[in-house]
């Protein structure tokens, strides 16, 4: 299975700050990335996909960067809603897999 | 606008059957452009991808649960459901049934690409006596 790790585990920010969440693949896959935001008792819901395709819907101060094995999340500006916990995953084999999720607070 | 519900018990015993069922509407699952599947997430924990169907029977299962594991589709009643047999404790988890396409956007071939773009809102099970 291709193991997906993100960093930071746990990230500090205030509203209107700007911050990057990093995820990393231990193989190569392309640009099979997508990010998903979890709110407190939610479901997931897809933010980005093909690495840096905006999900319809998806307000545009979310950003997504990276191929290979290196992918970044960028919020500029972040909002009340976006205190939440996101997950990376890869798409490019089965089974699709998940990073261990970054929380923001 | 597809909306998701599963449903099913709350509550399971060790050595049982998990059983729940996934309701479509705004959408139908014989439609051909998406597959239909189950992720789960233990409490406090991350998620993990169990398995997704296609409306022809073609399917996908995590390794690791394909021994107990069984996704269907009913088309009459536009549900699909997840069995999963012989549980234990560490398959208490929220259990979220989601849609992804079948279509690779990157490559614009028709296969299946695992990509939740619309989920359930969850439904807790515990699996205890």
């Known amino acids: 299975d291709f193991q997906m790790t993100q960093s930071p585990s746990s990230l500090s920010a205030s509203v209107g700050d700007r911050v990057t969440i990093t995820c990393r693949a231990t193989q190569d896959i392309s640009k099979y990335l997508n990010w998903y935001r979890q709110k407190p008792g939610k479901a997931p819901e897809l933010l980005i996909y093909g690495a840096s395709s905006l999900q319809r819907g998806v307000p545009s101060r979310f950003s997504g960067s990276g191929s290979g094995t290196d992918f970044t999340l960028t919020i500029t500006g972040l909002q009340h809603e976006d205190f939440a916990t996101y997950y990376c995953?890869?798409?490019?084999?089965?089974?699709?897999?998940f990073g261990q999720g970054t929380q923001l607070e | 606008q597809v909306q998701l519900e599963e449903s099913g018990p709350g509550l399971v015993k060790p050595s049982e059957t998990l059983s729940l069922t996934c309701t479509v509407s705004g959408d139908s699952v014989n439609s051909g452009d998406y597959y239909w599947g189950w992720i789960r997430q233990p409490p406090g924990q991350g998620l993990e991808w169990i398995g997704s169907?296609?409306?022809?029977?073609?399917?996908y299962y995590n390794s690791s649960l394909k021994s107990r594991l069984t996704i269907s589709i009913e088309p009459s009643k536009n549900q699909f459901s997840l069995k999963l047999t012989s549980v234990t404790a560490a398959d208490t988890a929220f259990y979220f049934c989601?849609?992804?396409?079948?279509?690779?956007?990157?490559?614009?071939?028709?296969?299946?690409?695992?990509?939740?773009?619309?989920w359930g809102q969850g439904t807790h099970v515990t699996v205890s006596s």
């Open positions: 169907m296609y409306y022809n029977g073609n399917s």
């Open positions: 989601a849609r992804s396409p079948y279509y690779d956007s990157l490559t614009g071939f028709y296969k299946f690409q695992p990509v939740f773009r619309n």
């Open positions: 995953q890869q798409s490019y084999s089965i089974p699709p897999t």
